[in-house]
């Protein structure tokens, strides 16, 4: 037992997995690639082995996505024994479900609930964990483990039921599911903890690197095709890294020469910025992402 | 390093988003956009005082009514400690929110207004602290600043506070905290303001604080699911994956398995790679035995000297959190970890008014935030031990199979 506080929390994410299993006929975990939902799938791999994990993958690509983490997740999952499965936003706008946002700061972000949506009702999905934590954000706080959603993936929190002693009520109605978060009382120190302390691999972006960058609004984004350049953006080259993995066009970089997990664990406690902070999509208003999980958003 | 789980509760305007502010501003713990939050807010509102509040209400409806409506959880650490706060509102219509933040919780803060002292809700939020037996109970009187800091309003209130306690069990450990949120006054930081006070701040209280007694409880283990393998590395495995509800369990001892009764010993507890000795509460383990009986899910294993009673009847405590009323003889299901099944409240015995701590015997339903006492007919028996004796083998929840909620909140007497 290395790490007390690490070890109890272990406890409880390997209970509520167990949980999802046991309480729903066919659950996925939503898998980005990202720091979350590696420690995630790799608590999933405690929670049942010497049995395989009894559920499928389902990675939303937004098509804006990393090529480092695109290739990570194809790596990491091949070495799991998963099931991976990907539904792409792309699809959805050359069919006209959803419109691709317009102007300099154009993201996809917000239109992969469509997608998200699509394939909970494509696959009959009846619960969907997600790698989320209460101490990102004001609304996630609200957060319950179980979070039950209706046909239109609305998360209305007057009807959040209660969760008292852990006592987890998985019943749902037909067509409804329900969104489970095992990683909801780890914060993002306890997280890049538990990657130290297990081991865990992770996409290369998040580890010091040069890259070419756009300089907007103060922040550094990853130079790409996906992002509209203007006039005012500063095109430049720096050694950075990033704190947390989201789209290319929506997340910022820090400068930073951390290249060890040790080094950015350190790094992250002593700049008291909190992650989020380089989620820009996040920064639209302050409850950016209340209403998009009204609307469905994990 | 060791977690706190804590649960505030306070009225409205209580100043309780104000004071987990503060203790997170004077611990040094808010981030940069926090504290550039709180800047904007303060400038925003033209406020002379630092707005601590704006950290904690996280959904929009809150915001526009300046109250907090359901429990939000706030993490911070320092260098010796880990906590986690569960943030519940004050207000009547939310006791379930409060009994939910409580329930997951081994340390209660309760505030008190200076100006106001004691409230039907303070009352309401120490009742329930007690109904949940959380060893820890700190009294915040909060805004001293508001009556200028005065040792005589704060001794009356001190007075009133210990008369109730007395009043319930007089074996009640607590402390009691001139504070001020807006000042800063005795949370982290010693007050100037109030040397009269020689007692420590609520940051120092925070940090002492022991975990619940522990009493010797029997081992009880919940199933939640069988693992069955063949392959070249486990040759037939067959392993009970689940958690340890209470006590604990060690390699070579016999369990009996509910409610079968039947018998066998642990060959092996697993957690992933590990093979280990032992398993402790809390831990979420996979246990193997010598013989195959019959376990599912929803099985509980003990061990043979202590056998919980195969009660067919259970006399509870419910906290009714549903908007729709129950009635006699309804029918719910009753869960308990992976034990599920159809139970019937038989009788409702009193309904408890929490705050002038009399039973109400006329009740025909049970509604919305009340806490009363039930006998609940069961279909098949459910192994739970009394609360007072083993707090997590001594509790379930009631869902309503027609809407799936869940009603209610069952502590078992």
Redesign the interface.
């Known amino acids: 037992m290395r790490?007390?506080?690490l070890y109890?929390l272990?406890?409880?994410s390997?209970?509520i997995l167990?949980?999802v299993?046991?309480q729903f006929k066919n659950p996925a975990l939503l898998f980005s690639g990202g720091k979350d939902s590696i420690v995630m799938a790799h608590l999933a791999?405690?929670?049942?082995?010497?049995?395989k994990i009894p559920f499928p993958f389902l990675h939303i690509d937004t098509g804006h996505n990393f090529p480092e983490t695109i290739k990570f997740r194809d790596y990491y999952l091949n070495k799991l024994d998963a099931n991976l499965i990907v539904r792409y936003v792309q699809d959805a706008i050359d069919n006209n479900k959803v419109q691709e946002e317009t102007g300099k700061y154009a993201s996809r972000n917000a239109l992969q609930t469509v997608s998200l949506l699509d394939a909970i009702e494509e696959f009959a999905f009846d619960a969907c964990l997600g790698g989320a934590r209460?101490?990102e954000?004001?609304?996630?706080?609200?957060e319950r483990i179980f979070s039950v959603r209706d046909d239109f993936g609305q998360w209305d929190?007057k009807k959040?039921?209660?969760?008292?002693?852990?006592?987890l009520?998985g019943?749902?109605?037909f067509g409804e599911n329900v969104r489970a978060f095992p990683i909801?009382?780890w914060?993002e120190?306890d997280i890049w903890s538990y990657i130290l302390q297990e081991n865990l691999e992770l996409p290369s972006i998040y580890f010091s690197h040069k890259r070419k960058l756009v300089e907007r609004d103060g922040a550094y984004l990853a130079y790409s095709d996906h992002l509209n350049i203007v006039e005012s953006d500063k095109i430049l080259e720096k050694v950075i890294r990033f704190r947390t993995v989201g789209d290319m066009t929506c997340t910022a970089a820090f400068v930073s020469e951390a290249d060890t997990v040790e080094k950015i664990l350190h790094e992250n406690v002593a700049?008291?910025?909190?992650e989020?902070?380089a989620r820009i999509d996040d920064k639209r208003s302050?409850?950016a992402l209340?209403?998009r999980k009204k609307g469905g958003y994990f | 390093m060791e977690i706190v789980r804590i649960s505030t509760a306070g009225s409205v305007d209580d100043g309780k988003s104000t004071l987990i502010g503060r203790l997170l501003y004077d611990n040094n713990a808010l981030t940069k956009e926090q504290e550039e939050l709180v800047i904007k807010k303060t400038k925003e509102k033209g406020l002379a005082d630092l707005d601590l509040s704006v950290i904690t209400d996280g959904l929009i409806a809150e915001r526009e009514q300046g109250i907090t409506i359901d429990v939000a959880n706030i993490y911070f650490s320092t260098s010796t400690r880990k906590f986690i706060i569960a943030d519940s509102p004050g207000h009547i219509e939310y006791t379930r929110n409060m009994v939910t933040g409580a329930s997951n919780s081994n340390l209660s803060i309760i505030l008190v207004d200076a100006r106001k002292g004691l409230l039907e809700q303070s009352h309401r939020h120490f009742y329930i602290s007690q109904l949940l037996e959380l060893d820890n109970v700190i009294f915040c009187v909060n805004k001293m600043d508001l009556v200028d800091y005065s040792e005589d309003q704060f001794i009356s209130i001190a007075i009133e506070i210990k008369a109730m306690v007395a009043n319930f069990n007089p074996d009640i450990e607590f402390s009691i905290v001139p504070i001020s949120s807006l000042k800063g006054d005795n949370v982290v930081v010693s007050s100037n303001n109030m040397g009269w006070y020689k007692g420590k701040t609520l940051n120092q209280l925070l940090h002492e604080s022991k975990e619940n007694k522990l009493k010797e409880v029997p081992f009880r283990y919940d199933v939640q699911q069988v693992f069955h393998v063949q392959n070249e590395q486990f040759v037939d495995y067959r392993g009970y994956a689940g958690k340890v509800i209470s006590g604990a369990i060690k390699v070579g001892e016999t369990i009996v398995s509910l409610p079968s009764l039947k018998q066998s010993k642990v060959t092996e507890i697993r957690r992933y790679k590990d093979i280990l000795e032992k398993a402790e509460a809390g831990d979420s383990v996979t246990i193997s035995l010598a013989d195959e009986i019959d376990i599912s899910r929803g099985s509980l294993l003990v061990k043979e000297n202590a056998i919980p009673e195969p009660k067919n009847e259970l006399i509870s405590t419910l906290v009714w959190m549903d908007d729709k009323p129950a009635l006699l003889n309804a029918k719910y299901l009753l869960k308990s970890g992976a034990r599920q099944f159809p139970v019937k409240i038989n009788e409702i015995n009193f309904t408890i008014d929490p705050i002038k701590l009399v039973e109400l015997n006329d009740s025909e339903s049970i509604k919305l935030n009340d806490i009363c006492s039930v006998k609940l007919r069961l279909s098949q028996p459910a192994f739970l031990d009394s609360f007072k004796e083993n707090r997590h083998n001594g509790v379930f929840i009631l869902i309503d199979e027609q809407s799936n909620n869940t009603v209610a909140l069952g502590i078992v007497k």
């Open positions: 790490n007390k506080h109890d272990e406890n409880e390997i209970y167990r949980e299993a046991a791999k405690k929670a049942f082995y010497p049995t209460r101490d954000e004001k609304s996630r706080a609200k929190y959040q039921r209660p969760e008292p002693f852990m006592q009520n019943k749902i109605q909801s009382n914060t120190e700049s008291k910025h909190s989020r902070g302050e409850s209340e209403e």
